[in-house]
T-cell receptor
Framework: NAGVTQTPKFQVLKTGQSMTLQCAQD?????MSWYRQDPGMGLRLIHY???????DQGEVPNGYNVSRSTTEDFPLRLLSAAPSQTSVYFC???????????????FGNGTRLTVT | AQKITQTQPGMFVQEKEAVTLDCTYD???????LFWYKQPSSGEMIFLIY??????QNATEGRYSLNFQKARKSANLVISASQLGDSAMYFC??????????FGTGTSLTVIP
């Protein structure tokens, strides 16, 4: 039972480079989301999706792009990396609120990204 | 506006004692869920306990219990008989009607032997 699989675990980028963080879940969850975690700021929502073909912005979407072509996958793209995007990134999934309102978020193990 | 507040950046507790981690929330939705997560130093996010807004009784899961006071909009986590392995960051989260989860800034708990 893999749950939420997130890759890579670590990444170092130079300013201006682009990259994609991969996220896949095998629990048939409709809801998927990306958070960034910075010291003292908790988890802030970047983008989320409530199903294949549907995405929406969260609290801090600038500089990031997402797509949801399948139920299982929800990649996060950094278009042109900046030092301010140095952070730990988490992908998380859940059943939709209308399916199971008490469904918790299941998290991947995180990606530690450093932009120099 | 939806908001979660954790006012204790850091807490200390003696091993085998109980500790309460505070969480207050703000939502106008009549239906919502409250969640607590643990993040040890290894970094993973571990789901601990859930409380629904219509639940009549406080949730319990082993040594974890949730002190839910709906009128005060608080959902404090109580850890009984603290163990060294309880040292971690703890996050409170809320899911109002809809799909988004809202997180607090977390409380760092240190268990002292």
């Amino acid at each position: 039972n893999a749950g939420v699989t997130q890759t890579p675990k670590f990444q170092v980028l130079k300013t201006g480079q682009s990259m994609t963080l991969q996220c896949a879940q095998d629990m048939n969850h409709e809801y998927m989301s990306w958070y960034r975690q910075d010291p003292g700021m908790g988890l802030r929502l970047i983008h989320y999706s409530v199903g294949a073909g549907i995405t929406d912005q969260g609290e801090v979407p600038n500089g990031y792009n997402v797509s949801r072509s399948t139920t299982e996958d929800f990649p996060l793209r950094l278009l042109s990396a900046a030092p301010s995007q140095t952070s730990v990134y988490f992908c998380a999934s859940s059943y939709s609120f209308t399916e199971f309102y008490n469904s918790p978020l299941h998290f991947g193990n995180g990606t530690r990204l450093t932009v120099t | 506006a939806q908001k979660i507040t954790q006012t204790q950046p850091g807490m200390f507790v003696q091993e085998k004692e109980a500790v309460t981690l505070d969480c207050t929330y703000d939502t106008s939705d009549p239906s919502y869920g409250l969640f607590w997560y643990k993040q040890p130093s290894s970094g993973e996010m571990i789901f601990l306990i859930y409380q629904g807004s219509y639940d009549q009784q406080n949730a319990t899961e082993g040594r974890y219990s949730l002190n839910f006071q709906k009128a005060r909009k608080s959902a404090n986590l109580v850890i009984s008989a603290s163990q060294l392995g309880d040292s971690a960051m703890y996050f409170c989260a809320m899911r109002p009607t809809g799909n988004q989860f809202y997180f607090g800034t977390g409380t760092s708990l240190t268990v002292i032997p």
